[in-house]
């Protein structure tokens, strides 16, 4: 009996042994299977490529910790309408939380996806083209009659590399103003305590004041995770005021790139919020908190005044749990609140790219880099996008206008959000194209009769949009992270984090003024000058590039 | 082993060893998939610290990749984070020596009097739970207890009267060493004194019913039995703990010091090769920093046992 124990733990220790080898031998001859999948790109003279003839899979990988798939390709229906009539299916690879070591991982096995969806003129960027990764586009754009129409010949030429080719596929790019950064108050409250005036930082002084007397369990003012807010408070206390200046640590004054801490509108913005927060009005959390934990407090209603990158997504009551229980439950976007004295119309909460946000990459792994961009061309055309955005035809729309946006049925109201949602509209969109889908939505909406439109579109239509300016010239000029001038911001961004946080809870302005000293000296100290000036050469070099 | 001396016994021993590994075969064959465990998963990768002297590029691989020599080393001497991330890692590490290595011990010694077998089992139930859950969920618990909005703590220092005003425990960088020392503790000590229960649990009852009959007290027999009794295994893990010092932990400090305040004291080794070295692609760099705790580590590892066998313990 004894002895008969001992041989199954022998067994049991080797046949584990055993698999983990084998697992790992396997990994190992998958890398090398997928290294001779050279590209097969530069196909001169190859007929254009129609989709819908032949079954067509690729993978994508989202190089982004957030990022997971929509769903499974074909289930819903908008991906199913594409597998059907398209023959084409997407392979999500998602990047399980660790975006950064799965890209470095599939590098180093040489198991690079398809196509990567990642930041535009990002450090993975830089390195996979440098590398020679990457496909160029240039051949194709000329084959395919959509991106190179929508995107236009000067976004196309922002998003050239230093090497003059195209390798990058914006994603909602644009040629109008877009945003969804600013202001949102809670409407219930806000009516209940008589819908004070709420234009200048005096009245929202008061304002909070009121809240926290009135609602002791409300946060009166939450600036987001991370307090994301600050940044677009900080354009409120001044004309003309870029949010990104705070992001760049540098603002710009005539034509030069300045350190933030010597800007003295910044230092006010600072002052101001610092008072906020000695005086409970902003949760004392408002460095730690995380996005569940604002997310139960939107849900249930507890913040009376929100400053975000997004306010008009939760703006949209009706899909909170809160309007379920209480019908006068309501958020609203208001205009950002300023400086008293300043003109209201010439705060910018929403600087914009034409580049939109973020960009797909074809890799040398596809083996047929073509179809794939024949398909990013259809999804980028008006058809894919109507697909895409509003569901497969038939559905919540029959036909489309004369310039291709689809016209809503009886379907469009009658459909629930949940249904909605089910169909993954919007989802699996990555070639999106603002300008079009924006001015479709906003034809739609105001078709409907008011309650029945969507708060999101309202919103945007009515403010966010409205306090944009186009800052394309800004696109692409942070430095990679493993460069030099990458390691100095890296360095100063910590420093700022540090300054920042230590500031919102300092008791004195006097301190306050040290503080910003302090980071002032310390940035300088690991080289933001340098940092500037980089940032300056390449900010130049874009505005050349434009024309401006 | 060391007691063998004489050159009979070593000959003896040599003829005898094959003898005895074909008899003990079943053993060996189970010691077998540890060894190549080890050497596959710790002793392969090792190559890989030759990053450090290169400038490595992902995509040529090591052999293509340009010789640096100690360029990442100086980079990491040179930096402003230097000396800011040295001094919290050691201070830290000794922190979690001093109060850390000793409190399981403690708590060892103590449950070992309890003479209430159910209370002593519910106790060291309790104590050793928090072992297996991640940091995660700790670092969440203690977000919630050291909160500011209804904090558990505030609260009851604010109604017991000894504070007017809630501090804000998270974003202070004095409390930071305090709190992550802490939860350590409070995560760890159960656990951990399982093995030396077990080491008090060998020692012969017959020794303590002689030094009662002798009239020592619970504490004196304690400090003259038990605590000799189980030196050898506080000295293993001693050189164990001295082994890790500079390990100074790395999801604790990031969960616990999410704060952009507290980067100051927060700061490691560890959390630093994450952040300049992993997250930004940096990759001799990372090793580079990795290589030096390693080395130090070392050093100290040996120093550490050297000290130890003196005493008359140590690994080796």
């Known amino acids: 009996m004894k002895r008969s124990g001992k041989w199954f733990n022998v067994l049991a220790v080797s046949s584990a042994l055993i698999l983990t080898v084998t697992a790992c031998s396997g990994n190992n001859t998958k890398g090398t299977a997928n290294v001779e999948t050279t590209n097969s790109s530069a196909q001169e003279g190859r007929q254009a490529v129609v989709l819908g003839q032949s079954d067509f899979k690729y993978t994508f990988y989202g190089n982004y910790d957030w990022y997971t798939a929509p769903g499974e390709w074909g289930k819903d229906a908008t991906s199913k309408w594409i597998l059907d009539n398209k023959k084409v299916t997407m392979e999500v690879i998602t990047s399980d939380g660790a975006a950064a070591q799965k890209l470095n991982t599939m590098i180093a096995s040489d198991t690079l996806p398809d196509v990567i969806w990642t930041d535009k003129f990002g450090t993975d960027y830089e390195r996979l083209r440098a590398a020679g ?16 129409r929508l995107v236009g010949e000067s976004t196309l030429n922002m998003l050239r590399a230093s090497d003059g080719k195209l390798y990058q596929i914006p994603n909602w790019y644009s040629n109008k103003p877009l945003g969804n950064a600013g202001w949102m108050i809670n409407n219930k409250i806000y009516k209940a305590l008589g819908s004070p005036k709420l234009e200048t930082y005096d009245d929202l002084y008061s304002y909070l004041k009121l809240v926290k007397e009135k609602y002791p369990d409300v946060t009166p003012l939450d600036l ?84 975000a990158y997004d306010v008009t997504e939760p703006s949209n009551t009706n899909e909170l749990e809160w309007k379920k229980n209480d019908p006068e439950a309501d958020y609203e976007v208001i205009w950002p609140v300023h400086k008293a004295g300043l003109d209201k119309n010439k705060i910018i909460n929403n600087p914009y790219s034409t580049l939109g946000w973020n960009v797909s990459l074809i890799t040398k792994s596809a083996k047929d880099p073509e179809a794939i961009f024949a398909f990013y061309d259809w999804m980028a055309s008006e058809e894919g996008q ?81 306090t944009t300016q186009d800052t394309t010239e800004f696109g692409g000029i942070t430095p990679p992270s493993d460069s030099n001038e990458g390691l100095i911001a890296q360095r100063v961004n910590d420093i700022y984090t540090e300054t920042f946080g230590k500031i919102m809870f300092a008791k004195s302005e006097a301190e306050i003024d040290k503080l910003i000293e302090s980071g002032y000296e310390q940035s300088m100290k690991v080289g933001h000058q340098e940092l500037m000036d980089y940032l300056q050469t390449k900010w130049k070099e874009n505005k050349e590039k434009l024309g401006k | 082993m060391r007691t063998a001396t004489n050159k009979s016994t070593i000959y003896k021993r040599e003829r005898g060893k094959l003898y005895e590994l074909s008899r003990q075969w079943e053993l060996q064959v189970m010691v077998l998939p540890a060894v190549i465990l080890i050497f596959i998963f710790s002793y392969l990768p090792m190559y890989g610290v030759l990053m450090a002297f290169q400038d490595y590029n992902i995509f040529e691989g090591m052999a293509n990749s340009p010789w640096v020599g100690l360029k990442h080393f100086e980079m990491f001497f040179q930096s402003p984070e230097f000396s800011n991330v040295m001094r919290n890692t050691i201070v830290i590490s000794l922190l979690k020596l001093c109060i850390g290595f ?74 930071f060493w305090v709190i992550l020392a802490s939860a350590n503790v409070w995560k760890e000590i159960g656990f951990s004194s399982i093995v030396y229960l077990a080491a008090i649990a060998s020692i012969d009852p017959q020794i303590y019913e002689a030094a009662a009959v002798d009239g020592a007290s619970r504490f004196k027999r304690m400090f003259i039995i038990t605590i000799p009794s189980i030196m050898p295994i506080v000295m293993v893990f001693f050189v164990l703990a001295i082994g890790n010092l500079l390990s100074a932990g790395f999801e604790d400090i990031l969960l616990l010091g999410s704060s952009p305040v507290v980067q100051d004291v927060a700061q490691v080794i560890d959390t630093y090769v994450y952040k300049y070295g992993i997250q930004s692609s940096r990759l001799s760099y990372a090793t580079a920093v990795g290589l030096f705790k390693s080395a130090i580590s070392v050093v100290l590892l040996f120093g550490a046992n050297k000290m130890a066998r003196k005493y008359g313990g140590g690994l080796w």
Not at chain 1, 134 to 145: A, E, F, I, R
Not at chain 1, 246 to 254: F, S
């Open chain 1, 133 to 148: 990764q990457l496909v160029p586009l240039d051949d194709y754009l000329d084959k395919y009659p959509n991106l190179k």
């Open chain 1, 224 to 307: 987001n995770k991370g307090a994301e807010g600050n940044i677009f408070m900080y354009s409120g206390f001044a004309e003309g005021r870029l949010p990104t200046y705070v992001e760049q640590k540098a603002y710009i004054e005539g034509d030069t790139f300045k350190s933030i801490y010597k800007d003295p509108v910044y230092a006010e913005t600072v002052k101001y919020i610092n008072k906020l927060v000695q005086e409970k009005l902003i949760s004392q959390d408002l460095l730690t908190q995380k996005e569940d934990q604002i997310k139960e407090k939107l849900n249930t209603g507890k913040i009376a005044v929100l400053v």
């Open chain 1, 386 to 466: 109507n697909v895409l955005c509003f569901g497969p035809p038939g559905w919540l729309w029959d036909e489309v206008d004369a310039e291709g946006s689809p016209i809503a049925n009886e379907n469009w109201t009658t459909v629930s959000d949940d249904e909605k949602t089910a169909a993954k509209l919007f989802d699996w969109n990555y070639v999106g194209n603002s300008s079009f889908v924006d001015s479709s939505k906003g034809k739609i909406e105001m078709t409907l009769p008011e309650d029945k439109r969507n708060q999101t579109a309202v919103a945007q239509m009515n403010v966010t949009w409205k």
């Open chain 2, 102 to 175: 000793p409190a399981p011990i403690i708590l060892a010694l103590f449950l070992n009097e309890v003479n209430r077998m159910w209370f002593k089992r519910l106790t060291q139930t309790v104590s050793y739970l928090p072992h297996f859950m991640s940091w995660v969920i700790i670092s969440g618990f203690a977000a919630s207890i050291l909160a500011v909005d209804n904090g558990s703590l505030n609260l009851l220092l604010e109604k017991t009267g000894l504070i007017d005003e809630p501090i804000n425990f998270l974003s202070t960088s004095k409390y």
